[in-house]
């Protein structure tokens, strides 16, 4: 077994801020190249095993991925546990290859679907108009493959993967290669874009931290240190979003980790050492040798408030030229830049607030982002690799809602939009999000059929019934929970009550459905757990029951925002058909987007990850083609339709984060007014109703309208 002391010599001490030591991963300087080259250029042998290979699989084309797989060897030893340990070992296959231009021209060629509806590149590339972003596969890792192998054989040749993938992407990777290898596809021919720079941390840490420390179980005698080197050697979105609390970090904590803040759980790692960091990640779990297209996310955050213009294209420049540099080793062939803040913002109008408005700051003063320039990126480009250099791609959301690319001109070049000075300045451009997109607080919204419930009257009321039910049981147990020696969070077992006080917070049926999968199971199935231990019989049976009703007022509720998206789409769609005869043609709402999609840039990154998606764009679509463009005409009439886009739905309440504690005027405690009562309405208990949730799905067409939180209004 090899000894720790040779991988200490090769990395940095620790820093000294213990704050910041708890929340990140120590010795980032280690120097990967060497510590994962050296460790891995060792004979290795297999114990207890046939000797088929002193080899273990999957080394010998991409040197990040020996890099990572040597690193890890290393740390935990070749002979441990009898052999190689699965949870260091990629089973992702070596795919190597890039992609040239005959090759995506035979792909899109040989294609009964992409042979008339592709887009050519400016260097000779040929990509299919629809390509696949496989970000959500890794949820279903047979459907996701099945979902490739179609789509390899009708001739969809690019796909995109994030850089902070984790082992779930083998899978995906693997089936990639088995598709190429069982219809015998060259690599060259499919177009492998890999976007970088953006870390997006879990919703419950915790829990995932938990399940990732557990797949390491054959090796836990010696967890800490080889967990705190996985974190910094060759795995960062492994570990990294899991253990690394970016919520609760301070700004301080973020500089020293060279991080830059986007939001609560997102931050920017655009450092050529993060960005290296990344790459080698991407080997181990994607084997791929080259990356046809890098694009980098997360420029804008260099452009903070307050700091020197001329610092943020100092950075840029420095990322650009470790990029050119990759270039020239072969491990990328073009790269590019990835962000909303390319195209100008949207033209968003927040309601007027009360002075008193308890919600996000960031709604009381709203400041619009920046541009990116298109021409001080392509100069910085040109400084870093000269006439002939590499930044020929960029990529941004684009579809109904989110349509300024193509319809609104740059500040910074009065005459052009963005679709239109990328066609002049020779650059391709991917657009991705067809389908989804955002509202006036900044939630997700989909352009999706939901299922209705059409006895709504009954829906209601078993609602209200269950809520009651739910707060009735949480005031019998409350007692009990208060004479324990160490009781659970109260707030992580009574469910009811803090959907009761926070019921402003969730403005849609995604916003919901996340609370639920990340927070309330996540905390509540455990709560719920140590009441039952020791407890006796009585308050067993009473978490049985309870557990269930929760669930059950969770689901109901679920089914009513449904019902709310529902009626919201079957406005949209009406009004899709009413300003363009040619997207009327397509049965499907999604399918109606995605055509709209299509028109703003080369190529649209789907999110593929059933087979299902993807014949509803190709084989059911009756627009597939260049041929069967929507006129221009149409396009523009859609673009500035407020009719089809969420840009001012969904307003955010002025009280959303004070609590719904009485229906009273005055507060049963300090016995001042809540600022928020004249907003309450009482609730029927024989027939009750909520202002978010329609009377009826059919109403009178017209204009889609910002109305009262949680409403869709209608002139």
């Not at 190429?180 to 870390?199: C, K, S």
């Not at 970016?246 to 986007?262: C, H, P, T, V």
């Amino acid at each position: 077994m090899r000894p720790f002391s040779g991988v200490f010599t090769a990395v940095r001490a620790p820093m000294l801020r213990s704050s910041v030591a708890e929340r990140r991963p120590h010795r980032l300087e280690c120097d990967l190249v060497t510590l994962g080259g050296g460790i891995a250029a060792q004979p290795r042998q297999r114990t207890g095993t046939s000797a088929k290979s002193d080899k273990p699989p999957g080394l010998g084309v991409n040197r990040r991925g020996e890099t990572a797989e040597g690193v890890l060897q290393g740390l935990i030893g070749a002979n441990r546990g009898g052999g190689y340990s699965d949870s260091i070992v990629s089973k992702a296959q070596d795919i190597p290859g890039r992609a040239t231009a005959p090759g995506t021209i035979f792909t899109v060629t040989r294609s009964t679907t992409f042979d008339k509806w592709h887009s050519a590149t400016p260097w000779g590339w040929h990509m299919s108009r629809l390509g696949c972003a496989t970000c959500k596969m890794p949820r279903d890792a047979n459907e996701a493959a099945e979902a490739m192998h179609l789509q390899v054989i009708r001739g969809l040749n690019v796909f995109e993967f994030d850089g902070n993938m984790t082992e779930a992407i083998q899978s995906v990777s693997k089936a990639f290669s088995d598709a190429l290898g069982a219809f015998e596809l060259q690599r060259e021919g499919f177009v492998v874009v890999m976007r970088a720079g953006t870390m997006r941390e879990s919703e419950n840490t915790k829990a995932q931290t938990d399940f990732e420390l557990s797949n390491t179980l054959p090796i836990r005698n010696r967890m800490t240190n080889v967990v705190e080197r996985f974190k910094t050697a060759s795995l960062p979105a492994m570990t990294l979003k899991g253990s690394m609390d970016f919520a609760n970090m301070s700004d301080g904590e973020l500089k020293d980790l060279q991080l830059r803040r986007i939001n609560k759980r997102t931050v920017a790692a655009i450092t050529p050492r993060w960005l290296e960091a990344t790459l080698t990640n991407a080997a181990f779990h994607a084997r791929f040798e080259t990356i046809d297209v890098f694009l980098v996310e997360g420029l804008h955050t260099l452009f903070e408030a307050g700091r020197n213009p001329e610092d943020a294209e100092k950075d840029i420049l420095e990322i650009f030229l470790f990029l050119e540099q990759l270039v020239a080793q072969g491990s990328i062939q073009y790269y590019g830049v990835s962000s909303p803040n390319l195209a100008p913002p949207l033209p968003r109008q927040y309601p007027p607030l009360p002075k008193d408005a308890n919600l996000p700051e960031r709604f009381k003063h709203v400041v619009p982002p920046m541009v990116l320039n298109v021409y001080t990126l392509l100069s910085l480009a040109h400084k870093a690799g000269g006439a002939n250099h590499h930044m020929r791609v960029l990529s941004y959301p684009f579809n109904l809602t989110q349509s300024q690319a193509r319809f609104v001109r740059l500040p910074y070049a009065p005459d052009d939009t963005l679709t239109s000075l990328c066609t002049k300045l020779g650059l391709a451009t991917m657009s991705h999000s067809p389908v989804e997109t955002v509202d006036l607080m900044d939630s997700p919204q989909r352009y999706h059929r939901f299922p209705h419930h059409y006895d709504l009257n009954t829906l209601r009321m078993q609602f209200y019934s269950i809520c009651e039910k739910v707060v009735m049981k949480e005031v019998e147990v409350r007692p009990y929970i208060e004479k324990m020696a160490s009781p659970p969070p109260l707030e992580h077992v009574f469910i009811g009550s803090v959907y009761v006080m926070a019921q402003r917070q969730f403005s849609n049926y995604f916003v919901f459905q996340d609370w639920i999968n990340n927070w309330v199971y996540p905390n509540f199935r455990p709560a719920l757990n140590r009441l039952r231990e020791g407890a006796t019989r009585d308050i067993k049976e009473w978490c049985a029951g309870y557990e269930q009703i929760v669930q059950d007022m969770l689901r109901v509720r679920l089914q009513l925002f449904e019902f709310k998206h529902g009626r919201a789409i079957l406005g949209v769609e009406q009004a899709i058909d009413r300003l363009s005869p040619v997207l009327k043609r397509c049965p499907i709402v999604t399918q109606k987007a995605l055509n709209f999609a299509t028109h703003g840039a080369d190529v649209v990154l789907c999110g593929f990850h059933q087979t299902r998606y993807f014949q509803e764009a190709t084989e059911m679509n009756p627009l597939v083609g260049d041929g069967k463009r929507v006129p221009e005409d149409q396009l523009v009439a859609l673009a500035n339709s407020t009719d089809v886009s969420f840009v001012n739905y969904d307003p955010p309440h002025p009280y959303m984060y004070e609590p719904l504690t009485s229906n009273q005027p005055t507060g049963p405690i300090s016995g001042q007014a809540s600022p928020s009562h004249t907003l309450l309405k009482a609730v029927d208990p024989k027939q009750p109703e909520w202002p978010d949730i329609p009377k009826n799905l059919q109403e009178p067409e017209g204009r889609m309208t910002s109305g009262p939180p949680g409403t869709l209004g209608r002139e």
